[in-house]
């Protein structure tokens, strides 16, 4: 992370899935790094997703060890209740959307309401947050997937909202929805038969590297791996 000041200081949200793990891991590496903390349900402090108050409680647990320059919100899920995305209509349930939406739109919006105020108001600093290609509108032309589609779809809108609101007060600042390619990991193993899917660590040093090429626009950003542009 050449464009962040040397001793900067990070967080990864989500850090126990095989991307955030990945995210922390490379951070750690780092010599310009400080410190990452990796937060998650199992951490010290814990957040849980679906609890505002904890999320909130995590956040005015670590602000005295701040500001933190980069923050990545590493969670989301793909498979819902144990069940894996719908393909159909037919396939849709209130119960399944409504989680689908906690865990990839509401309670990551909730992360930036409490961890955006942690990023630096006079210098660079960075807001990432793992979308993925299929939530892209423009790109959708082989359907299916409906939840995940449009809670990632949502989880864009938010980012970009609060984006524009953040970058008032931290000019700055880069907001960034990253799709992560097709990883490795247990959940993924279903659907990534015939492709070229990534090692998580792979898949993380090259979204670093993207993140760190970006300029700050005063508005967000949604890229793939290799840093090239997704329309939203």
Request: charged share 20%; with cysteine; net charge positive.
């Amino acid at each position: 992370m050449k464009s962040l000041p040397p001793g900067f200081k990070a967080i990864v949200l989500g850090a126990t899935g095989a991307i955030g793990g990945a995210f922390e891991k490379a951070l750690v590496r780092m010599p310009a790094c400080a410190g990452v903390m990796g937060l998650g349900r199992r951490s010290d402090p814990p957040f849980d997703l679906e609890d505002e108050a904890s999320i909130a409680a995590c956040a005015r647990a670590v602000v005295s060890r701040g500001p933190f320059d980069l923050i990545v919100d590493a969670t989301g899920a793909l498979h819902i209740a144990g069940v894996g995305p719908e393909k159909r209509l037919h396939d849709l349930s209130a119960d399944r959307l409504s989680r689908a939406f906690m865990v990839n739109a509401i309670g990551p919006a909730l992360l930036m309401k409490h961890f955006i105020p942690l990023l630096p108001s006079k210098s660079r600093c960075m807001f990432a947050t793992l979308s993925a290609r299929v939530g892209s509108i423009t790109d959708n032309r082989k359907g299916g997937w409906y939840g995940y589609r449009a809670s990632k779809a949502a989880r864009n809108m938010l980012l970009r909202t609060a984006a524009v609101e953040a970058c008032r007060q931290r000019p700055d600042a880069i907001f960034v929805a990253l799709q992560p390619g097709t990883v490795r990991s247990r959940l993924s193993a279903p659907f990534a038969a015939g492709v070229d899917a990534m090692d998580p660590d792979v898949s993380a040093a090259l979204l670093l590297d993207a993140i760190d090429a970006l300029p700050a626009r005063g508005e967000a950003v949604f890229i793939d791996c290799r840093g090239q542009p997704i329309e939203w």
